[in-house]
């Protein structure tokens, strides 16, 4: 398995590979000691395949909810927008001259 890993991570890196033909791809697979069945999946981008040949995990995906708040809590009630400047206080400006 490192093998493919390897020869995947060369593949992503090096642009030559990435733009090569068929043939040139199929060489270097070769040289990189990869199964046939691997190959035929790289070369098919059958990226299920190949996932399943290489014994892949499904995705996992993680969401963390935030927590309900308990029933017999009350929730106050969202403040308009004049609500919030009415509640606001402003300092007096002071200026010195000096």
Do not use: W
């Amino acid at each position: 398995m490192s093998n493919v890993i390897g020869f995947l991570e060369r593949m992503g890196q090096d642009a030559s590979l990435r733009d090569a033909t068929r043939d040139k791809i199929e060489e270097t697979m070769h040289e990189a000691h990869l199964q046939d069945d691997v190959r035929s999946a790289i070369l098919g981008e059958d990226s299920r395949l190949l996932s399943d040949l290489l014994g892949a995990r499904a995705k996992v995906y993680c969401l963390i909810a935030p927590s309900r708040k308990e029933d017999d809590e009350e929730e106050e009630p969202a403040k308009d927008d004049d609500e919030i400047r009415s509640s606001m206080q402003v300092a007096p400006r002071v200026q010195s001259f000096g």
